[in-house]
């Protein structure tokens, strides 16, 4: 079965608090769910590296798109 998509559109900011999502991610059944977050921000850099280093996801589990991709989605 396709696994549970999760989307995060969001300004990536310290206020919007994105850490916690992965946070969250990280206690769901790791088949069953993928997180898409859409955004841009001066964490960007900061999220990615936590998601993919700190929580150890797959970019395939996780993964950051730009806003101007967002449209690409529709």
């Known amino acids: 079965h396709e696994p549970f998509e999760l989307l995060v559109v969001s300004r990536l900011t310290k206020e919007k608090n994105i ?6 991610m990280r206690h769901l059944d790791q088949p069953d ?8 921000g001066h964490e960007s850099k900061a999220l990615e590296h936590y998601a993919y280093h700190v929580c ?9 798109l730009p ?8």
């Open 19 to 24: 850490y916690a999502a992965l946070d969250i």
């Open 33 to 40: 769910f993928r997180l898409t977050i859409i955004g841009y």
């Open 67 to 74: 806003k101007h991709t967002a449209h690409e989605l529709v």
């Open 56 to 64: 150890n996801f797959s970019p395939e589990r996780v993964r950051f």
